[in-house]
């Protein structure tokens, strides 16, 4: 049975795939995309695409902090675009490879959310994002600045998050000063904590979360190659006020949390910068 959206919201679309239900919903010129669930995985808002509208994404785009003029970027997960579009208003001559594993939602960015398919700028993909990137990575590595993997299903994270091996051929892809930003959930049936200590594994420590919420919301991951951007810190806080400048985003405070949540690990280096709290 397909679920239907908030009943304030006008419907727009309704499909569905071997994946599961597609909704695209509006209401005060915000345009959502909903995976047959009620949880939001994007939204527009339709007479400037590239406003970041949701708080999770705002925080994803918090990889910035550590990576301020991305080059080439990777996203996995295209959902309603909104990475793309502000990724392209905010850094027009960058180049953004897309892997989406569902054609229906890359016709649906295309007819909904003005994802510019055919730009110069952009690659998208069709297909499985784990043998994508095991290819990509068995002929190359260090391409990316940037890699934002927002992979998700109607029921939450998709599995691809859980494969130990597509993080590793994704930290491959990763330049030495790059950064890997990771959407996760910290639902009781995400088993979030064992994830997050997975993580912490495979990236030898050189990780920093920025958690939305105690409970049931999004948690993002930030990767490294090493111990750089963890140590110039200081640095990252000095990008994060020229970004909301920039972007009219709040980095300053997404900064802030990503040091309160970090404490252990900040405070083990804190020898190389200073912090007020």
Known sequence: ????PPISEKLLHKSRDRF?????TEQNLIRTLYFGNEKKQTSMFVPE???????YAQAMVSALMFEAKPKKILIIGL???SLIHFLLKSYPDCEIDIVEL???VINIAKEYFFVPVNSPNITIAHGDAKPH????????AEIYDLILVDAFDEWGPAEINNDAQ???NCQQLLKKKGVLSFNLWNREMDKYPAVYRKFLSLFDGNLLELSMGKRDSNVLLFGFNSDYHIKHIRAAEMRAIKLKMNCGIDFPRYMTLIQHQNFTLVKKIKKHFSLSF
């Open 166 to 168: 597509f993080v590793l």
């Open 20 to 24: 599961g239900d597609i909704l695209v």
């Open 133 to 140: 990137v095991q290819q990509l990575a068995e002929h190359n």
């Open 102 to 104: 569902r054609r229906s």
């Open 49 to 55: 695409p590239s406003v970041m509208v949701l708080r």
């Open 1 to 4: 049975m397909l679920v239907m």
């Open 79 to 81: 959902g309603g675009g």
